[in-house]
Nanobody, 125 residues
Framework: QVQLVESGGGLVQPGGSLRLSCAAS????????MGWYRQAPGKQRELVAA???????NYADSVKGRFTIFRDNAKNTVYLQMNSLKPEDTAVYYC???????????????????WGQGTQVTVSS
C-alpha cells in the first residue's frame, strides 16, 4: 500500500519561511511527477509547484521566485521551500503524485493520483 505523508506546516509571520516535506511510503520502484497543491477557504485547489522525475519544475506565477520545489528520489520525498511568505499563501497544502510504480506480491504495478492528508500553512502577524 502506498501512502503520502506530509509534514512541516504551521504558523509563520509574513516574510518568514517554512519547508514542507512529503514522503511516499511503500515498496516503491519509481515515481513520476510530484507536486504541491493548495486550497484556501472558499477557493478551488490550485497547483503550486511540480517536479518531474528528471528534475524539470513548474511553478504557479504567484509563487515564482519565492518557493522552490525539489526532491530526493532515494528517499521518495518531495520538498517545498517557501520563503517570503505572504498572508495570501495561507491554505492547506497537499502533496500529489501523478503516477508511480511499486511492488505488490512480487509484481510490479502502476498506481495513479495519490494525495497526502494535507498540512495547514498560516501566514499571519
Amino acid at each position: 500500500q502506498v501512502q503520502l505523508v506530509e509534514s512541516g506546516g504551521g504558523l509563520v509571520q509574513p516574510g518568514g519561511s517554512l519547508r514542507l516535506s512529503c514522503a511516499a511510503s511503500g515498496t516503491i520502484f519509481s515515481i513520476n511527477t510530484m507536486g504541491w497543491y493548495r486550497q484556501a477557504p472558499g477557493k478551488q485547489r490550485e497547483l503550486v509547484a511540480a517536479i518531474t522525475s528528471g528534475g524539470s519544475t513548474n511553478y504557479a506565477d504567484s509563487v515564482k521566485g519565492r518557493f522552490t520545489i525539489f526532491r530526493d528520489n532515494a528517499k521518495n520525498t518531495v520538498y517545498l521551500q517557501m520563503n517570503s511568505l505572504k498572508p495570501e499563501d495561507t491554505a492547506v497544502y497537499y502533496c500529489n503524485v501523478d503516477s508511480l510504480t511499486y511492488y505488490s506480491s512480487s509484481y510490479r504495478k502502476t498506481g495513479y493520483y495519490y494525495w497526502g492528508q494535507g498540512t495547514q500553512v498560516t501566514v499571519s502577524s
